[in-house]
């Protein structure tokens, strides 16, 4: 049997990726090595394409110098890039869960770092992004001088978002913590495109400011604050998930924030949807280097960076069993 896995890839002009080379493919069974064809994929055949392009993968991710725009401190420890980049890019990145990585241009390859996009304006080929400063490749960012290099576009940043992408005049809550914020922002814009009405919880956390406000402004949703880890911000998060009846609920924070979540929603009669945060360890972003790596619920080891996850079993998997 063929691993009936979503790869957030396929069908785009990634794909068929290096993981085809090495009979390694999410997605087609071929491309797995084996005699048969038992994909569930709809789109075009991922091995056809594979045979077009020589039995090469195709369409490799660049890096492109980004123009700093804009620097701006929101915290001690958080600022925000206003960076310039080509407008395909920018495009490309005009999703939820788009993110790309970052570094010094003066630094080594491996100082690239995975960073969401927080917005975008494809006219004039501008993206948004947060930096939370919290090691040695989110402070090389942090000079005055830093030339940015970004590589992308990369999309699996959330996990759901065949339900975000469904949903339209429905009621939605999202709850963002600290840097969770930033994805949190292309969610609801993303929301807001479909007719939906968003209930927005934010918790400053260890980025000790709220700094969605300005990029979902013109929406006029209403943003309340609260401290996700005291009794008091609990009991309204209970609350409101009893008394609404709400048709998604997104969560952008730590794992353990998302199980309290699955676990409320677990008690409700009617449950909506959950999206959440992929909070893997993303190092390569090309399902090559095995640093995001995690056990889906048969045992089988997925790449968190290409699969979209059943978040609900993951995290469940990997808070409960350690
Ligand atoms: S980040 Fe390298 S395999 Fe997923």
């Known amino acids: 049997m063929g691993r009936k896995l979503e790869c957030i890839d396929a069908g785009s002009e990634y794909c068929p990726c290096f993981l ?41 991710r660049g890096s492109y110098p980004a123009v700093v725009m804009e620097k701006k401190n929101v915290s001690p420890n958080t600022f925000i890039y206003k960076l310039r980049v080509t407008k395909t890019l920018a495009r490309e990145l005009d999703n939820p869960g788009a993110y790309v990585f970052m570094r010094d241009n003066d630094k080594p390859k491996f100082f690239d770092v995975p960073m969401s996009v927080m917005a975008v304006d494809s006219i004039s080929g501008e993206i948004y992004v947060a930096v ?15 030339k940015i290099v970004v590589r992308g576009p990369y999309w699996n940043g959330i996990f759901g978002q065949r339900y975000l992408k469904s949903i339209k005049d429905g009621s939605c809550l999202v709850i963002a913590r600290g840097i969770g914020q930033a994805p949190a922002a292309k969610v609801i814009r993303y929301l807001s495109r479909s007719n939906n009405k968003v209930k927005v919880i934010v918790d400053p956390g260890k980025v ?20 996700l880890n005291s009794k008091q911000g609990i009991r309204v998060i209970n609350r409101y998930l009893k008394n609404e009846s709400y048709d998604l609920v997104f969560s952008g924070g730590s794992d353990k924030q998302h ?36 056990r889906i619920d048969n045992g089988v080891r997925v790449k968190a960076c290409k699969v979209q996850l059943d978040v609900r079993k993951v995290i469940e998997r990997r808070i409960l069993n350690g």
């Open 208 to 227: 000790q400011s709220v700094f969605i406000n300005e990029f979902i402004r013109d929406l006029d949703y209403e943003v309340e604050e609260l401290d």
């Open 132 to 146: 939370q400063v919290q090691g040695a490749k989110t402070k090389a960012l942090t000079g005055p001088e830093s």
């Open 20 to 60: 085809a080379e090495s009979n390694e493919c999410i997605t087609c069974s071929h491309l797995q090595g084996k005699e048969f064809c038992d994909c569930n994929w709809r789109g075009v055949c991922i091995y056809q394409e594979y045979v077009w392009a020589g039995h090469k993968s195709k369409g490799v």
């Open 259 to 294: 199980l309290y979540v699955i676990q409320e929603i677990d008690k409700l009669e009617k449950q909506p949807y959950i999206v959440v945060t992929n909070n893997n360890e993303i190092c390569c972003g090309e399902g090559i280097c095995g640093s995001c790596s995690t």
